[in-house]
């Protein structure tokens, strides 16, 4: 994912995409040490593809960091995680429950 070359980063990608909810854990620890915006955008879409209720806090702490594009996929994780947490954190600030 970290490639300068497109082809080869949204292969990555996708590789971790087909795993992402058998390493959650993994992603969460490497979210926590990303510095590049793009990469961490990635890691909270496949965190939140996971579905996996150990990504509640971090789709928290995301939305309230104020950088939108990491906001976007906090917001996303919690639409996708569904669980009833998640959907009234949503709904007390006013935000759809469910993807668009």
Do not use: H, K
């Amino acid at each position: 994912m970290r490639s300068r070359n497109a082809v080869d980063a949204e292969g990555g990608f996708l590789v971790l995409q087909r795993i992402a909810s058998n390493r959650v854990a993994e992603l969460l620890a490497e979210f926590e040490t990303e510095t590049d915006e793009g990469v961490r955008c990635w890691l909270l879409e496949l965190i939140g593809e996971a579905r996996s209720p150990a990504g509640f806090d971090l789709f928290c702490e995301q939305f309230a960091v104020g950088r939108e594009s990491l906001r976007n996929w906090g917001i996303r994780g919690l639409q996708l995680l569904a669980t009833p947490e998640a959907r009234s954190f949503l709904y007390e600030r006013g935000l759809p429950r469910t993807p668009a």
